[in-house]
């Protein structure tokens, strides 16, 4: 390979990992723009959606055959599925401590992926499950670049959703609702806006997209654990940190950026690749030194 | 009146009590250390499973001495941390010994704190050559260490002509003990380690070190960790590809990564400490292990198995529950044949015969390679 063979295929590998890090920083950002929360239930909610999709995989191959329709259809049901499940937690433990002190809520988000990840821990006895549906190796190939078909269609479907979102929020009446509460919730009580009903659809997009990448997740690294949530939650964190905790098009942006920081830096000549992290986290030290807020984040004002 | 009555019922209480330490008087208190939570739980389940099933043959033929062997379980979690305060735990449940070991980065700091109590431990599974520096002298290795399995591993590798080879582990232990002794090895021999990698625990998208292996066109790639990571670094390889060698270790010696990997397996290698299917002696094992858990023993049942059978035999031995008669019965071992072969130790406290084998993935399943 080339140089400039090394160079694009790395890219690629960025990117791709770079939408699972943003689909799932959404989620991150989103809430935390709302109600400022660090949900740390977020990548749980990731592992949950990755097992609910291969559950709803079995059950409909039976009729549809492990084909492109029957992932999207267990895609979509484990959305759905994970996103009321996000919307029960924030009912059953977020809503009754919104106007506690910040750092019970964090702690009760600390507790909620707890629960989550040792739940999922007991049912499958910690037991790593294989996520099989034999998509296959085809892809298109540029001599010594090469992209698979599985993974074209992750970066895609990762650039739908969000670009369904971004219009969601800005165009739509109840995405508009969403912004107006992260600037004043007081105030939108006042307007009429049913703020808690907007809060739960926050949750439910969040923890649907999160869902979606743990589905994506499974089906192209084919195996599950319930362990699997927490890295990637670590990760999508620091993107939603780097683009501007609470910023849309900055979690998507970060977790990009995230994506081939780490591609770029396994491929640092005369270090091993037990640097990368310790490269792409270093960057992102400095990036956060000199800009604390994020790439799109904004300097708040603190009210009194 | 009244506090007559209770003093009554307190005395039979205690009395109650009393035979009730009596009758416990004449069980044997056995530790198992494994990993029973976090990811190499399963291995770790199945170690205890193994374990708990030759401890109840040995009670049911009349125990050990007559005396009952009674199993407690200490969970290393695969955490050198979780693995100190489980030693110290069974240290203080007075065990007579310790059976288990999984991960050698969780059991190596254990050797200490059993060998300051100076119980005798049977490693069943770790096989890091760095316990073999920290042994205290009353842990005793029953699997073949990381050298054997390297000399195993260089002349699979010499049998098919590699010349350059890439070393992937993940920072653990066990994964960089064996990746450091394989490119020491290969680098000593005048060949070439093109690249020597790590992949973190539990980060999925292995691509961009792929990438970065593929560029750098080697004839084999030696994986030395854990089959979970292993299993996705196979498939991303081969999506990527790489049509060349590649050879696994002993840690990811197990069907879960032939069903992770899917077809993406097919023609891996893997250099395997003796397990159920390739022993003829195992066939009774096999079945009571499946009768009594409902499914088929995994990689390092059959030497758990054994280990917990070589501490009975000691025991019998030694004539005594004393630890110090113990860890000289177990170095003294001579005529233990266990279904995993015969067991004599070495000065150093591990097998003196090294019982590796190298399999390959065909059809699915890991099969003997001829």
């Given at each position: 390979?080339?140089?400039?063979?090394?160079?694009?295929?790395?890219?690629?590998?960025?990117?791709?990992?770079?939408?699972?890090?943003?689909?799932?920083?959404?989620?991150?950002?989103?809430?935390?723009?709302?109600?400022?929360?660090?949900?740390?239930?977020?990548?749980?909610?990731?592992?949950?959606?990755?097992?609910?999709?291969?559950?709803?995989?079995?059950?409909?191959?039976?009729?549809?055959?492990?084909?492109?329709?029957?992932?999207?259809?267990?895609?979509?049901?484990?959305?759905?599925?994970?996103?009321?499940?996000?919307?029960?937690?924030?009912?059953?433990?977020?809503?009754?401590?919104?106007?506690?002190?910040?750092?019970?809520?964090?702690?009760?988000?600390?507790?909620?992926?707890?629960?989550?990840?040792?739940?999922?821990?007991?049912?499958?006895?910690?037991?790593?499950?294989?996520?099989?549906?034999?998509?296959?190796?085809?892809?298109?190939?540029?001599?010594?670049?090469?992209?698979?078909?599985?993974?074209?269609?992750?970066?895609?479907?990762?650039?739908?959703?969000?670009?369904?979102?971004?219009?969601?929020?800005?165009?739509?009446?109840?995405?508009?609702?969403?912004?107006?509460?992260?600037?004043?919730?007081?105030?939108?009580?006042?307007?009429?806006?049913?703020?808690?009903?907007?809060?739960?659809?926050?949750?439910?997009?969040?923890?649907?997209?999160?869902?979606?990448?743990?589905?994506?997740?499974?089906?192209?690294?084919?195996?599950?654990?319930?362990?699997?949530?927490?890295?990637?939650?670590?990760?999508?964190?620091?993107?939603?940190?780097?683009?501007?905790?609470?910023?849309?098009?900055?979690?998507?942006?970060?977790?990009?950026?995230?994506?081939?920081?780490?591609?770029?830096?396994?491929?640092?000549?005369?270090?091993?690749?037990?640097?990368?992290?310790?490269?792409?986290?270093?960057?992102?030290?400095?990036?956060?030194?000199?800009?604390?807020?994020?790439?799109?984040?904004?300097?708040?004002?603190?009210?009194? | 009146?009244?506090?007559?009555?209770?003093?009554?019922?307190?005395?039979?209480?205690?009395?109650?009590?009393?035979?009730?330490?009596?009758?416990?008087?004449?069980?044997?208190?056995?530790?198992?250390?494994?990993?029973?939570?976090?990811?190499?739980?399963?291995?770790?389940?199945?170690?205890?499973?193994?374990?708990?099933?030759?401890?109840?043959?040995?009670?049911?033929?009349?125990?050990?001495?007559?005396?009952?062997?009674?199993?407690?379980?200490?969970?290393?979690?695969?955490?050198?941390?979780?693995?100190?305060?489980?030693?110290?735990?069974?240290?203080?449940?007075?065990?007579?010994?310790?059976?288990?070991?999984?991960?050698?980065?969780?059991?190596?700091?254990?050797?200490?704190?059993?060998?300051?109590?100076?119980?005798?431990?049977?490693?069943?599974?770790?096989?890091?050559?760095?316990?073999?520096?920290?042994?205290?002298?009353?842990?005793?290795?029953i699997?073949?260490?990381?050298?054997?399995?390297?000399?195993?591993?260089?002349?699979?590798?010499?049998?098919?002509?590699?010349?350059?080879?890439?070393?992937?582990?993940?920072?653990?232990?066990?994964?960089?003990?064996?990746?450091?002794?394989?490119?020491?090895?290969?680098?000593?021999?005048?060949?070439?380690?093109?690249?020597?990698?790590?992949?973190?625990?539990?980060?999925?998208?292995?691509?961009?070190?792929?990438?970065?292996?593929?560029?750098?066109?080697?004839?084999?790639?030696?994986?030395?960790?854990?089959?979970?990571?292993?299993?996705?670094?196979?498939?991303?390889?081969?999506?990527?590809?790489?049509?060349?060698?590649?050879?696994?270790?002993?840690?990811?010696?197990?069907?879960?990564?032939?069903?992770?990997?899917?077809?993406?397996?097919?023609?891996?290698?893997?250099?395997?400490?003796?397990?159920?299917?390739?022993?003829?002696a195992a066939?009774?094992?096999?079945?009571?292990?499946?009768?009594?858990?409902?499914?088929?023993?995994?990689?390092?049942?059959p030497l758990?198995y054994d280990g917990?059978k070589l501490?009975?035999d000691?025991?019998?031995?030694?004539?005594?529950?004393?630890?110090?008669?113990?860890?000289?019965?177990?170095?003294?071992?001579?005529?233990f044949t266990g279904i995993t072969g015969a067991v004599?130790?070495?000065?150093?406290?591990?097998?003196?015969?090294?019982?590796?084998?190298?399999?390959?993935?065909?059809?699915?399943?890991?099969?003997?390679?001829?």
């Amino acid at each position: 390979m080339s140089t400039q063979d090394i160079i694009l295929q790395q890219l690629a590998n960025g990117l791709i990992m770079g939408s699972f890090y943003a689909l799932v920083a959404l989620g991150y950002t989103m809430v935390y723009g709302i109600i400022k929360l660090l949900n740390f239930a977020h990548g749980d909610l990731y592992m949950v959606g990755g097992f609910v999709g291969f559950l709803i995989l079995s059950a409909i191959s039976g009729v549809l055959g492990e084909s492109w329709t029957a992932i999207v259809c267990s895609m979509v049901l484990s959305m759905l599925a994970v996103g009321l499940l996000g919307v029960i937690i924030q009912r059953v433990a977020y809503r009754p401590m919104l106007t506690a002190p910040r750092l019970s809520i964090l702690i009760t988000a600390l507790a909620v992926s707890m629960i989550l990840s040792n739940g999922v821990m007991s049912i499958t006895d910690g037991e790593y499950l294989a996520f099989n549906t034999d998509l296959g190796f085809d892809g298109l190939d540029f001599g010594n670049v090469f992209i698979s078909y599985t993974q074209l269609a992750l970066v895609i479907s990762a650039s739908v959703l969000m670009f369904v979102l971004y219009f969601f929020v800005n165009k739509t009446l109840y995405g508009k609702a969403m912004q107006a509460i992260a600037i004043d919730q007081d105030a939108c009580k006042l307007m009429g806006i049913n703020v808690n009903r907007i809060i739960a659809l926050t949750f439910f997009i969040g923890s649907s997209l999160a869902a979606a990448a743990g589905v994506m997740a499974g089906v192209y690294y084919g195996s599950l654990h319930f362990s699997m949530g927490f890295v990637i939650g670590l990760k999508a964190f620091t993107a939603a940190v780097i683009g501007g905790i609470g910023s849309i098009p900055g979690a998507m942006l970060g977790g990009l950026l995230l994506g081939l920081l780490e591609a770029f830096g396994t491929q640092i000549p005369f270090i091993g690749s037990e640097w990368k992290d310790v490269f792409s986290f270093g960057l992102l030290i400095l990036l956060l030194i000199l800009k604390p807020t994020g790439i799109l984040g904004k300097t708040e004002i603190e009210r009194m | 009146m009244q506090t007559k009555q209770m003093t009554a019922l307190v005395g039979s209480a205690l009395a109650g009590l009393l035979m009730l330490s009596q009758a416990n008087a004449a069980d044997l208190k056995i530790g198992i250390m494994v990993p029973t939570t976090g990811s190499e739980a399963t291995a770790g389940k199945d170690m205890e499973n193994s374990i708990k099933l030759a401890a109840d043959e040995i009670n049911k033929a009349g125990g050990v001495l007559g005396m009952n062997i009674v199993t407690i379980t200490g969970d290393d979690g695969c955490d050198p941390q979780m693995a100190s305060s489980a030693a110290s735990k069974l240290v203080s449940s007075d065990v007579v010994g310790v059976v288990g070991g999984y991960c050698s980065g969780a059991t190596l700091p254990t050797l200490k704190i059993y060998g300051d109590a100076g119980t005798p431990f049977v490693v069943a599974a770790a096989n890091s050559t760095k316990l073999i520096d920290a042994n205290p002298g009353t842990s005793f290795q029953i699997n073949s260490t990381g050298f054997d399995q390297v000399n195993t591993a260089v002349s699979l590798f010499q049998a098919k002509g590699i010349k350059t080879l890439a070393i992937v582990h993940q920072g653990d232990g066990y994964s960089e003990d064996l990746a450091k002794l394989t490119k020491e090895k290969w680098t000593g021999m005048g060949l070439e380690v093109v690249a020597y990698e790590v992949v973190n625990k539990g980060e999925q998208d292995q691509s961009s070190l792929v990438t970065k292996i593929k560029s750098k066109a080697p004839d084999a790639v030696f994986w030395t960790a854990y089959y979970s990571d292993g299993a996705l670094l196979i498939k991303q390889l081969r999506q990527a590809g790489f049509r060349k060698l590649i050879a696994v270790g002993d840690g990811s010696n197990s069907p879960k990564l032939l069903e992770i990997a899917g077809k993406a397996a097919e023609g891996v290698f893997c250099f395997s400490n003796p397990t159920a299917d390739y022993l003829p002696a195992a066939k009774d094992y096999t079945a009571s292990y499946k009768a009594n858990y409902k499914q088929a023993p995994d990689a390092y049942g059959p030497l758990a198995y054994d280990g917990m059978k070589l501490m009975a035999d000691a025991i019998t031995r030694a004539g005594s529950t004393d630890k110090a008669a113990i860890v000289n019965a177990l170095k003294e071992t001579k005529a233990f044949t266990g279904i995993t072969g015969a067991v004599t130790f070495t000065e150093q406290n591990t097998l003196a015969k090294s019982n590796f084998v190298v399999l390959v993935a065909k059809g699915g399943k890991w099969t003997l390679n001829k």
